[in-house]
């Protein structure tokens, strides 16, 4: 087999930046300590580049969602370090997690019972304090089930952390109250923007995951997280329009004057959605190019009207500010990173 070459798109993590976002979060996580969130492909920037940045910045604790998250992570962190959020699911599960030595985190009477057949040992606990989506009730916390667990970290999670409502306190609260109820080493109830509510939240241990990857979810956060993220992709072709000539599917630009275009080896199907069309901006050094027309599959076309330098061929930088991004685009900052595809070359 001939050698690839590389991909015309890259997508860059500052791991330096990576590491000191973890080290902020950790140090305004007061006395408690940050873990992180790295499911979902390290929120789309790589499980392993980003599980090995943070391990080697003093991080310990990292949380996946699905059981098919660990052995990737396997391969950077020690397997009593990994956490399961969505818990077992079915016996396969629980006897997988048994073998491996990733932490599950149980969620409901159900999954307590199939991890006690399954060999039981040490896990987490999550409960559900308002949030309604998953997560032991605290009704149920009385189970015989329950009270057998090995419980490292108690668990909660925040339904509104990014916003100001009472519904904060009150898990919070409830939470509090609920710790006295069941034997546990640890508790843990704050994500990103919980970190920022207050040394109430803190407890023992934090969840980051958006704000490690650049993300703003609270305005006390801006001074504190830097981007960590850069998306390049090449130019392929170069063209001159006249005026009055469209560009793209279904032709929703039309050239004001005579123009030159560019068309970008980056489409929605690499995770730079059709919500960019005729809005994003990419660039050039300093030089902003925005987008024309509707964005395809595999490319987007720039106008390059104030880079008469560049040539097919050069590359161009998506300007990818995760809070302002998100302004522009309507996706979420979480969408915004998770949703960037598998083209990319990581690094
Ligand atoms: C994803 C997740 C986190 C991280 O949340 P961010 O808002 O990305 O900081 C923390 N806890 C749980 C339970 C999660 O599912």
């Not at 007061?30 to 492909?41: H, L």
């Not at 057949?117 to 989506?133: I, K, S, Y």
């Not at 024309?292 to 720039?302: H, P, Q, Y």
Request: one cysteine or more; hydrophobic letters at 45%; charged letters at 20%.
């Amino acid at each position: 087999m001939p050698d690839l070459p590389p991909p015309n798109l890259k997508l860059t993590v500052d791991r330096a930046a990576l590491a000191d976002n973890w080290r902020a979060l950790d140090r305004l996580s007061g006395e408690a300590r940050a873990g992180a969130a790295v499911k979902a492909d390290g929120y789309g920037l790589g499980v392993k580049l980003v599980a090995s940045t943070l391990a080697e910045a003093g991080c310990r604790d990292f949380f996946v969602a699905h059981w098919s998250e660990v052995p990737d992570l396997l391969d950077v962190v020690p397997a009593e370090q990994i956490s399961v959020l969505h818990g077992p699911i079915d016996a396969g599960e629980a006897a997988y997690g048994i073998a491996v030595g990733a932490r599950p985190i149980i969620n409901s009477v159900r999954q307590a019972r199939l991890w006690h057949e399954a060999g039981g040992g040490p896990c987490h606990l999550m409960l559900d304090t308002g949030m309604n989506r998953l997560g032991l009730p605290i009704a149920a916390i009385g189970d015989p089930a329950i009270a057998q667990l090995e419980v490292e970290v108690l668990m909660s999670h925040l339904q509104c952390a990014d916003e100001d409502v009472v519904a904060n306190d009150r898990q919070r609260a409830v939470f509090d109250e609920a710790r006295g109820q069941i034997a546990h080493r640890a508790a843990s109830l704050s994500n990103s923007a919980g970190i920022a509510l207050g040394s109430g939240y803190h407890f023992d241990l934090t969840r980051p995951g958006l704000s490690l990857y650049g993300g703003i979810p609270r305005a006390e956060l801006a001074d504190h997280i830097r981007q960590v993220v850069t998306i390049e992709a090449a130019i392929m072709q170069i063209r001159n329009l006249e005026e009055g000539e469209t560009v793209g599917y279904n032709a929703t630009f039309t050239a004001p004057r005579a123009m030159r275009i560019g068309t970008v080896a980056l489409g929605y199907a690499d995770g730079y959605l059709r919500s960019w069309s005729g809005k994003g901006r990419m660039r050039s050094g300093e030089t902003i190019l925005p987008v024309v027309g509707r964005v395809s599959m595999d490319m987007t076309a720039v106008d390059l009207g104030d880079a008469p330098q560049l040539k097919e061929g050069d590359w161009i930088e998506a300007v990818y500010d995760l809070p302002e991004a998100s302004r522009i685009s309507g996706l979420s900052q979480y969408e915004l990173l998770t949703v960037l595809g598998s083209r990319f070359e990581r690094a």
